[in-house]
């Protein structure tokens, strides 16, 4: 009983000091408080300059999506918008990382060139640029030439998914 007590006290202690000190536990995200919504942020579709089918979308879809879990920006219509993101995928190539006996492809690397582009939409002002943003994901290929499409169609979710997650990494969290 003594135990359970110490216990609960700690939990409570934790919860009352641990924001005052600029701590935030796990699943508060950082789309609470002031802050929240306060850009009102429109994302036009990426233009695809690479040999890749619709990856435009995917990318742009990813982008949308961690925009919205953050919170931070509030997504809306050009004509509502603050700021404007904008960007190309510039080219997506494919590395091969390992081979079977036979020198046959076992896996690749996918990986994307995008440039990025943040501005305010009011002043015309570049407020964040970056040229060739990287983003990658490994997929396995296999003798059924359907299952190795879908693997690098996943592949392309999954880098898509990263590049966004590094984009709030670098430019959210600088606002």
């Not at 919504?37 to 435009?56: A, C």
């Not at 700021?83 to 091969?96: C, D, N, R, T």
């Not at 499409?149 to 996943?154: M, S, T």
Request: glycine share 4%.
């Amino acid at each position: 009983m003594l135990n359970d007590m110490k216990k609960i006290i700690s939990i409570f202690l934790l919860l009352v000091f641990l924001p005052a000190c600029g701590y935030q536990l796990a699943g508060r995200g950082a789309g609470t408080g002031n802050t929240a919504g306060k850009y009102k942020v429109f994302v036009r579709m990426f233009r695809n300059d690479s040999w890749e089918p619709l990856v435009e979308k995917d990318v742009t879809a990813a982008l949308k999506d961690e925009i919205a879990i953050d919170g931070r920006w509030m997504l809306t219509d050009k004509d509502d918008a603050d700021i404007l993101v904008s960007g190309k995928v510039k080219k997506v190539e494919l590395e091969p990382l390992s081979y079977d006996p036979q020198e046959r492809i076992l896996e690749y690397r996918l990986i994307m060139h995008m440039d990025v582009k943040v501005s305010d939409i009011k002043t015309k002002k570049v407020i964040w640029k970056k040229s060739d943003f990287t983003s990658f994901a490994d997929y396995r290929v296999t003798v059924d030439v359907t299952k190795s499409k879908i693997r690098r169609e996943e592949a392309i979710k999954y880098a898509s998914k990263r590049f966004a997650e590094e984009f709030i990494i670098r430019v959210l969290d600088t606002f």
